[in-house]
């Protein structure tokens, strides 16, 4: 591949995913939502055909043909989503009602609705909350009866069929994958997605499942948003390639107040772990229906970059709103003028992150010599993307170049930090690898004639997982 049109000169760190829908999902929208500033994409399995999958994911790789820079595509699996069953017709429901759920497949009325998850039934018990429709309905449980659950209502609203129910003081013992998850696995998978996002995860039992059946054909990454995942954080996030911080859901099954905490230590804890870490939902939820963010929705995005995330995603505004690539536009605008600032590179880099390792010690040296010699890249050369992760976790100024023989490799690195990926050939010769990194670098435009970039790679060449040379070269 040869880049066209990306101006290293200015090049943006933290990276943005678009989440692909009826808005988005046409070849010219994406290709102006690429030169906008998205690098990756989302297929949100929650909603749309496998027809409409195929058709996105066939746009996404022809536009990477034509920019020639490759692209990453998420599969985002729905999970084990717990709803309410059938209503007779939309009820409004007010404070101080009593609303009973039951095990009934009756439709429901403003009395009571079925309940059609049979093992949650048993968990309830008095004094739980129940939460309906995204949290805009709330519930307490008063009173228990083997196969019902008499609740007050505490917050009142519209509840209708098949409406999202949320259990914040209860771990459910559900899988993570469903049956209708592992159908569209195994459909993304031969596809071809890069990511595979797992919903709703609670143990790390959930993500030992997902790798059993991904088998190494995609990265995996889970998504933090129950307070068992937030629970069990260090079990976790050792077993995947990235996280998410789902805020959606979050804020529901936790006061909101513990949300930007939350989100801060996902961050912390990814970083420390080399783990690529996503922030997403609601980021400029306004845009799905005027043309300009609010200015906290700004601030939002603004603070996410500051905390050093790999990546700000966008769901509904770039899916089904008004104005998709003028959302992507302004998430672009605005984490280019963080990184612009002079506050954000010591924020970044406030955690010196080694763990006693050699190849951590290479590339926190690597990123330290750059800044010393004030070279314009670091250039890295990786087989599987072990390299180039361990030096996005050090958070450098300089763009990060990775050169890399697989295809595969260089669109799963599209979501990590500061890295742009080309592929390029293998090359077994040293002195050939850092002359071809010299040149890459020159003809991409990252330096200029007579600067100087610092190199890394792993002797003996080309050995996965062995990164022990830095070296600076003038170009």
């Not at 709103?321 to 984490?335: F, L, N, R």
Request: hydrophobic fraction near 40%; proline fraction near 5%; charged fraction near 25%.
């Amino acid at each position: 591949m040869k880049h066209k049109d990306l101006n290293y000169k200015v090049i943006r760190h933290a990276k943005i995913l678009a989440t692909l829908g009826p808005a988005s999902d046409d070849i010219n929208t994406i290709r102006a939502l690429v030169q906008a500033g998205a690098s990756a994409f989302r297929l949100n399995f929650s909603h749309g055909s496998y027809d409409d999958h195929r058709a996105r994911y066939n746009n996404i790789r022809q536009v990477e043909a034509e920019v020639g820079y490759p692209l990453a595509i998420l599969q985002d699996l729905q999970g084990p989503k717990v709803r309410i069953g059938e209503m007779a017709a939309p009820t409004l429901l007010e404070k101080g009602d009593t609303f009973t759920l039951d095990l009934d497949p009756t439709p429901g009325d403003k009395n009571r609705v079925n309940l059609p998850h049979t093992e949650i039934m048993p968990l309830l018990k008095e004094g739980d909350k129940v939460f309906i429709n995204d949290g805009i309905v709330r519930l307490e449980v008063v009173k228990k009866h083997p196969g019902v659950a008499e609740c007050k209502v505490l917050a009142g609203g519209i509840v209708s069929s098949k409406k999202g129910l949320n259990l914040p003081t209860l771990e459910v013992p559900m899988a993570a994958l469903t049956e209708k998850d592992k159908k569209d696995l195994a459909f993304g998978l031969e596809l071809g997605v890069d990511w595979v996002a797992l919903s709703f995860v609670q143990r790390k039992e959930d993500i030992e499942e997902l790798h059993s059946l991904v088998k190494g054909r995609a990265r995996v990454m889970a998504k933090i948003e129950m307070p068992s995942a937030v629970k069990r954080l260090d079990e976790i996030i050792p077993l995947v390639d990235a996280c998410m911080v789902a805020r959606g859901d979050l804020g529901v099954e936790l006061p909101l107040e513990e949300v930007p905490p939350i989100q801060k230590r996902i961050i912390r804890r990814c970083r420390e772990e080399g783990k690529i870490v996503v922030v997403a939902t609601q980021m400029l939820e306004s845009m799905t229906q005027n043309a300009s963010p609010t200015r906290a929705e700004v601030s939002d995005v603004a603070n996410a970059t500051y905390e050093g995330a790999d990546v700000l995603m966008l769901s509904a505004e770039s899916a089904s709103g008004k104005y998709p690539v003028e959302s992507v536009a302004t998430m672009d605008a605005v984490i280019r003028r963080v990184e612009q600032s002079s506050a954000w590179q010591p924020l970044v880099t406030a955690r010196q992150l080694t763990n006693g390792e050699v190849e951590d010690a290479i590339t926190n040296a690597a990123a330290n010599l750059a800044d010393a010699v004030k070279a314009r890249a670091i250039v890295t050369f990786t087989s599987r993307g072990t390299t180039a992760l361990r030096m996005s976790r050090q958070r450098p100024g300089q763009p990060i170049l990775v050169l890399t023989p697989s295809e595969n490799t260089a669109r799963g690195l599209c979501l990590a930090w500061g890295v742009h990926t080309e592929v390029t050939p293998d090359i077994f010769d040293m002195e050939k690898m850092i002359d071809r990194a010299a040149d890459k670098a020159l003809g991409l435009g990252i330096a200029n004639k007579g600067e100087h970039i610092v190199v890394t790679a792993g002797m003996p060449i080309g050995t996965p997982g062995t990164t022990n040379m830095v070296r600076v070269r003038q170009v």
